[in-house]
């Protein structure tokens, strides 16, 4: 029996007890489809990719432009899927690793719940200022030209027309949604990991450090070889990078207990 509903589309297996639950959020421009692999990789780590409004099977729906919507739509259909018997982690690349920050602090100030740790990937700390030249405020030529620099679409999709005319307003409104983010002092008590790559120029492993100061708790660097989307780009390999990172955090608590 698979639970499901539109923020999950593919499911969540209810015939299994894994180890631990990994919610991920993408990044701008992104959908859940982009860690389909992860889903169906055979671990005991249960991966669950959230799809946001306007893409995938969501197409329909409206994007969500408002990052405090968001939280509370996020809160309201991940808190039934919790179970005080398995851990759960927070996974999010770029735009996602500031969703995951803030519904993470939302979860424990709200409602005294939190994950193990969250993971975050190449984005700077919520309370450091976005360097990068991607913005909503762009035109559609100068938004492609910033898409082809970051190096995470096909140069087919960039140069068909018809498709990125389709593209071009759903990242506009993930740019928008991102930059509605408001850093208001929020300070988490869990551990961080912070994925850097090292050829990321916004996201360097110099920058990612400064997560540190956005939790009581410890903060991890680990760096790997690549530009902005590593994750994809280094695929079973992050993967298998991944899993191991959250299977020794299980290890270690359960010999804490």
Not at 56 to 67: A, D, T, V, Y
Request: aromatic share 10%; hydrophobic share 40%; with cysteine.
């Amino acid at each position: 029996m698979n639970y499901n509903n539109k923020w999950f589309p593919y499911g969540i297996s209810n015939s299994k007890t894994p180890d631990a639950k990994v919610f991920c959020f993408h990044y701008a421009g992104g959908s859940s489809s982009i860690f389909k692999h992860w889903v169906t990789k055979e671990s005991t780590i249960e991966f669950i990719p959230i799809e946001l409004p306007g893409r995938g099977g969501r197409i329909g729906e409206p994007c969500i432009e408002n990052f405090n919507t968001l939280t509370h739509e996020l809160i309201k259909n991940i808190i039934p899927l919790l179970d005080n018997t398995i851990p759960f982690f927070f996974f999010g690349h770029s735009m996602g690793a500031a969703i995951a920050f803030e519904v993470a602090y939302q979860l424990k100030s709200k409602y005294t719940i939190s994950p193990q740790k969250i993971i975050v990937a190449g984005r700077h700390s919520p309370h450091k200022i976005d360097t990068s030249e991607l913005h909503s405020r762009l035109s559609k030529d100068e938004l492609i030209t910033e898409l082809r620099v970051l190096n995470g679409t096909p140069k087919e999709i960039l140069d068909n027309k018809e498709i990125i005319d389709f593209l071009i307003p759903m990242i506009r409104s993930d740019l928008r949604l991102h930059e509605s983010f408001v850093y208001q002092n929020q300070k988490l008590s869990i551990p961080i990991i912070a994925h850097a790559a090292n050829q990321d120029i916004d996201a360097t492993p110099a920058i990612m450090k400064h997560w540190q100061e956005v939790t009581r708790d410890e903060c991890i660097v680990q760096e790997f070889e690549g530009d902005h989307f590593f994750v994809q780009n280094l695929g079973e390999t992050y993967l298998n990078s991944l899993i191991e990172v959250i299977k020794d955090v299980i290890a270690v608590q359960k010999v804490s207990l």
